[in-house]
């Protein structure tokens, strides 16, 4: 017997479709335009030529352009002031500029927003290259970000970044630095110093992966009030797995 | 002891005239109204149809259940065996779509705790990794939500949240996006800037407004 279903029917199953459409956005959708178009319409004309004039600077040398566009396009968003939103441009640049110094000429972009973000919590460059040396090759946008998002949790910028470096030595991927991240703040949102929880989530990390327990410690736990090994990295450099 | 026949005189009173008469008037064929039967009928077939009984109410009645009617009546449906099967896996592919956003809008993770995180990652054809950030807030008594960050230009009206349905006052949209950091924030009802409780609140504060980090793991162009 032939026959169709009628309208009503189709409408349902049409609507049934609709709601089970993935809510999904294209992302980046101006990294196309130039920055100057892009800033286009959003900040008055003194403001753009200035952000402009940092953004073209920065290029010159190599730097990307779409950390600066985005910082300006975020201060215009939240109706910052123009000089507000040119120093805010300015000084990431010198940020991104003095993290490319410390992860070297192949750094990507991700690498260098990060880098950029741990230098402005307080890493010294230093311990940015030397997360460069103990991963060549590889991505260092999440262990620099883990890095921040410690520093920004609390945790003492010296501390984050010994803490990333042992995990980073012990060959932890980055889920299991974030991981890592994630126990940290169940921990100081249970009420522990946050360096202290550094440390100690960080050797429980390392001991699970595999390092000696006797290898001493590389932490710098300014802390000041736990048990565990703290000598200086520089003086014992931690040997790997 | 008594025989049957005294039972019966005793019954029909036959012992006692005062009870003989009371008997005799129960035996008495009742005359019946020859209408009765028309007046019955009329009101048991007026309860099934009701125009015929209550003209006015039923008729009411039925207004009012009218836009119900088509919906609670049984129909009959003639399809073809073709757009039969057609259905059935369309439907089959509605089934497992929805059980793979609700396992999303169920357990919003990155690697495994509740709150914005990334849900899936997909290579594209060159080298990078394409990652699904799926962003989710609670705001049960927001008319809207959405989120802005260096992934939209900070664009207030370029992403937004839809609500979770079966979970009142949650939020959320995914959103594709290569490795990097990123900072962003939620956006209320259009005015209130909000960080995500959920994720790590970013070092730089240029502008006063609180925000959050996700990043995207993977290696870069």
Same mark, same amino acid.
């Given at each position: ?85 040119? &120093? &805010? ?153 | ?6 039972? #019966? ?21 009742? #005359? ?6 028309? #007046? ?59 059980? #793979? ?121």
């Amino acid at each position: 017997m032939r026959g169709l279903v009628t309208g009503p029917a189709l409408a349902v199953v049409a609507a049934v479709l609709l709601l089970h459409a993935p809510a999904r956005l294209p992302a980046q959708q101006g990294q196309g335009a130039t920055p100057d178009a892009r800033l286009s319409g959003r900040l008055d004309a003194r403001t753009r030529a200035a952000v402009v004039h940092v953004i073209d600077s920065a290029a010159a040398v190599g730097l990307p352009a779409e950390p600066l566009v985005d910082k300006a396009l975020e201060g215009a968003s939240k109706r910052a002031a123009g000089e507000r939103i040119v &120093a &805010a441009v300015r000084r990431l640049a010198g940020e991104l500029g003095a993290a490319r110094l410390a992860l070297g000429q192949r750094a990507s972009e991700g690498e260098l927003v990060a880098g950029a973000s741990a230098l402005h919590g307080g890493v010294r460059p230093d311990a940015i290259s030397r997360l460069r040396g103990e991963r060549p090759g590889q991505s260092l946008t999440v262990p620099l970000a883990v890095l921040s998002e410690l520093i920004a949790r609390g945790v003492s910028p010296d501390t984050a970044a010994s803490t990333v470096l042992a995990l980073t030595e012990v060959r932890a991927t980055d889920e299991q630095l974030v991981a890592f991240r994630r126990e940290v703040e169940r921990d100081i949102g249970t009420g522990a110093p946050p360096s202290a929880a550094a440390v100690g989530r960080s050797l429980a990390t390392a001991e699970a992966l595999g390092a000696p327990a006797n290898s001493g410690g590389s932490f710098v736990d300014d802390s000041r009030n736990l048990t565990t090994r703290e000598t200086d990295r520089t003086k014992q450099p931690r040997k790997r797995p | 002891m008594r025989d049957e026949r005294d039972l #019966r005189d005793e019954i029909d009173g036959e012992g006692d005239p005062l009870i003989g008469s009371v008997v005799r008037e129960l035996r008495r064929p009742v #005359r019946m109204d020859p209408a009765l039967d028309a #007046r019955v009928m009329a009101a048991i077939l007026g309860d099934a149809k009701g125009p015929a009984a209550e003209p006015a109410r039923v008729a009411a009645h039925t207004v009012r259940r009218g836009p119900w009617r088509w919906l609670l009546e049984p129909k009959t449906v003639r399809i073809s065996p073709l757009l039969g099967l057609a259905m059935a896996a369309g439907l089959a592919a509605i089934m497992v779509l929805g059980a #793979r956003r609700g396992g999303s809008d169920a357990t919003p993770t990155e690697f495994g705790a509740p709150g914005t995180g990334i849900v899936s990652q997909v290579a594209n054809p060159g080298t990078t990794l394409q990652s699904y950030v799926h962003f989710v807030f609670v705001a049960p008594s927001a008319r809207r939500v959405s989120v802005v960050g260096d992934f939209n230009d900070w664009k207030v009206n370029e992403t937004p949240l839809r609500p979770v349905q079966n979970q009142h006052g949650v939020w959320s949209v995914s959103v594709p996006l290569p490795p990097g950091r990123y900072t962003y924030t939620f956006v209320v009802d259009g005015n209130t800037w909000v960080a995500d409780p959920s994720a790590p609140p970013a070092l730089e504060d240029d502008f006063g407004t609180p925000k959050s980090v996700v990043t995207v793991g993977g290696s870069h162009t």
